[in-house]
């Protein structure tokens, strides 16, 4: 069965979900929606949706055409309130990150999702790849002790120009919920508080907070140490991050992209332990990667009646980090995350 789906918002990312919309027959996209008409036309044109209504007003549309599903890629203040119409017309939706512009307007999408009984599922894309599942999974098998440390470095240039330039606590807003919900499933923990310092480096050429450290501490006693930047040239990280964790056992690093090591101690006698290095295998675990992996499990945990692992009532949990950073590098002290 096709699901059916309205898809809002026609800007650059909506690139990323009809490239592997258009490779399915499990998905009907029926209608367009966006404030600006041209660019709706504009997408409708590129992916050839020429059976797709294209229109400004979501409401009026959802009434038009009852899609089983809206697809939201607006800008993130738009996010509260096209989930809302979505979810009063009895859809499910999958929304691009963040969640939400607050943790207020949040709350309130994840209460009307949950009184909803309808699906409301956020793109957290940097999970679904097999090398953060060879992470996570070795984490699992134990060999690493007990996790106590998890260290993240983002470091990039990038000269996007546009709002980006433009924007308060540009890092934190709009890329560390990518990292922070990384670090959720690379550790299994959530955050209990955090202390961020934020700053713009001499000759930035962002308006506010290219670069942030946090340090969170993490349920199960972890400490997830967090350095990024969107102003630093040459050398940069993978998108994914540099990862460093530690456990009792032994150290694993992953550089964000194919290189998985780990270090296990062997035994404890003398000045260091001897340790066995150990490169990590990437088993092909997912059968979509990036956008494609997380519009296909949506799609599959409504056929089955489960529960995507990005739900919005867990996904909130990644945008807790982001704004008790953010509230933390605004008073200059640590705060709780609850
Ligand atoms: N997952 C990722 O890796 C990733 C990457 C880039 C952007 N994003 C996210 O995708 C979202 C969109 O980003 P973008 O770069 O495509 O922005 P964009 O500005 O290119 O496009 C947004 C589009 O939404 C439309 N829009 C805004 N409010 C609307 C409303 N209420 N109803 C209908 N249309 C509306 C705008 O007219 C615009 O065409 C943001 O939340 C951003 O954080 C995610």
């Known amino acids: 069965m096709a699901y059916t789906a309205v898809l809002v918002g026609c800007g650059g990312i909506c690139n990323a979900w009809l490239g592997p919309i258009s490779e399915t027959d499990k ?3 029926i209608g367009l929606v966006d404030l600006n008409e041209d660019a709706a036309k504009a997408v409708q044109e590129k ?13 009026a ?3 038009e055409l009852s899609p089983d599903i809206v697809f939201d890629c607006t800008v993130p203040i738009a996010h509260k309130s096209v989930t809302l119409t979505a979810l009063k017309h009895g859809c499910h939706v999958l929304g691009e990150k963040p969640l939400s512009d607050s943790m207020g307007n949040a709350r309130e999408t994840v209460e009307a999702a949950n009184a909803s009984g309808k699906t409301y599922a956020v793109i957290q894309n940097r999970r679904y790849m097999n090398q953060i599942r060879a992470v996570r999974k070795f984490i699992e098998s134990g060999k690493l002790g007990k996790v106590t440390t998890v260290n993240a470095d983002f470091y990039m240039g990038c000269h996007f120009g546009g709002f980006r330039d433009e924007m308060d606590h540009v890092l934190l807003l709009d890329m560390a919920i990518h990292s922070f919900d990384q670090a959720r499933l690379i550790s299994g923990a959530n955050a209990e508080s955090v202390y961020c310092q934020e700053w713009n480096p001499a000759e930035s050429w962002y308006a506010h907070g290219a670069s942030a450290q946090c340090i969170f501490e993490m349920t199960d006693d972890i400490i997830f140490n967090y350095r990024g930047s969107w102003c630093a040239e040459g050398l940069h990280t993978s998108w994914e991050c540099d990862w460093r964790i530690i456990g009792t056992k032994g150290t694993l690093r992953w550089n964000g992209d194919d290189d998985i090591k780990a270090a296990i101690v062997q035994k404890v006698d003398g000045w260091q ?6 490169q990590i295998d990437i088993e092909e675990v997912e059968e979509f990667t990036s956008h494609k992996g997380v519009i296909m499990n949506f799609l599959k945990c409504l056929e089955e009646g489960s529960e995507p692992e990005t739900i919005c009532s867990d996904n909130i949990h990644s945008l807790a980090m982001v704004f008790g950073a953010v509230e933390s590098a605004e008073k200059g002290s640590k705060v709780s995350i609850n």
Not at 47 to 59: E, F, G, N, P
Not at 273 to 278: G, N, R, V
């Open 273 to 278: 332990a001897e340790t066995e290095e150990i």
């Open 27 to 29: 998905l009907n996209i």
């Open 61 to 63: 549309l959802l009434t």
């Open 47 to 59: 992916y050839d949706l020429s059976d797709a209504k294209v229109a400004t007003d979501l409401d």
